[in-house]
């Protein structure tokens, strides 16, 4: 019987982890990802609960961790540089049993394409520009290729997915704004403790420095915008001068983040904005990770999301003949996890608005965490389903 053929859209952390699960399935996967090559850049993000049993079940906990950033805690700092508070994640791990591995998002996109490159036929510098499905299969058109048929298309390519256009409509539909831009890049400053994250907080607006080994380093901002800013998301250069107009009377080292932002070749600007779609596939095109939901930078859990998602996407595709019935056994597996994280956005710590929300901040993260975090539920490794893969159809 002849293998069932996926087309995945997107090569960062949902696609290649759709893929990985696929293949062993017996799919036969081609990734097409619109970068010229594997996108660099992004700051830490969190691989934790769920998330942890998945990467596990990959193989794959051991170079993580091996690649994990060595994040000590965050200090928040005035403007003449003096710390007001500073808490340290061994005390917060303790607190909420946690086991959470940070690592960058570039590692992280890394590792799975490094897992998945021989088995997994990978287009880069192109992608979909018409999706025709019938009740056997999907027509695609490329822009740079000529059309393929699959048995599937699956949209991995983030909040801005163009599967999710082509197929269920324009963006605007689907996403929630949230008032807050952000922006991420590779710096090496001397700025802060080493292995520390140092953020400096002005009313609405927030930098911050992850200081690593020598040579390497991150930095992140994020303001807040009563209204959305009408910006091309591929036009980098408008986005670091939104970002410069948003800083630039600002003190600290601001003014020396602002120029490594300027300098650093992998920049990313985007919304903390979130995806909300009724249903996340419409015959056989399906939309996993940010495509699908995003549930915003800020709720940090963007790779739990990604990587669940993919496993539960796979597990199911594998595991029913029929795609309508694996798709509605996805989202109904995934969806709680989703809701949960959407319903929690942190910008009031991260990004107070006003000076006495700085100041309100900073006594209840002195005084009161503690307290806070040891009432929360334990934040421990959870397990996830087993699925039982049946052949491919
Ligand atoms: C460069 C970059 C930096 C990021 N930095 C951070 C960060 O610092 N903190 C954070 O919390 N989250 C960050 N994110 C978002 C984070 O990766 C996701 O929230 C999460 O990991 C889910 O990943 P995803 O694979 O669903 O989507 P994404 O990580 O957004 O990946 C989507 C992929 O699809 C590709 N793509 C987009 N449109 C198309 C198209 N039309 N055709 C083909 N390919 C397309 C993109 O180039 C990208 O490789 C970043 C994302 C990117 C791409």
Known sequence: MPKAKVLIVGASIAGPATAFWLTRAGFEVTIVEQAPELRRGGNGVDVRSEALAVVERMGLSRAIKERALVNQGMRFVDRDDQQCVRIAAADVERLVGSEDIEITRGDLARLLYAATESDVEYIFGDTVSELQQDDIGVTVAFTHRPPQRFDFVIGADGMHSGVRRLT??????????????????????????????????????????????????????????????DYDYRDVDAQRRLLRNAFCDLGWHVPALLDAADAAPDFYFDALDQIKLPSWSMGRVVLVGDAAYCASPASGAGALLALTGAYRLAGELSSHAAPQQAFARYEAAQRPLVASKQAHLFTYITVPRTRFGIAARNLFLSTSLPRTLARLPSRKPKDLYNYRSAPSE
């Open 168 to 229: 269920f409509g324009p963006e605007n539909a689907f996403r929630i704004f949230k008032h807050h831009y952000y922006a991420v890049a590779s710096a090496d400053l001397r700025v802060g403790e080493q292995h520390w994250t140092t953020f400096y907080n002005e009313p609405g607006k927030s930098a911050a420095v992850y200081r690593g080994e020598p040579g390497h380093g991150l930095i992140n901002f994020i303001f807040h915008s009563v209204n959305p800013i």
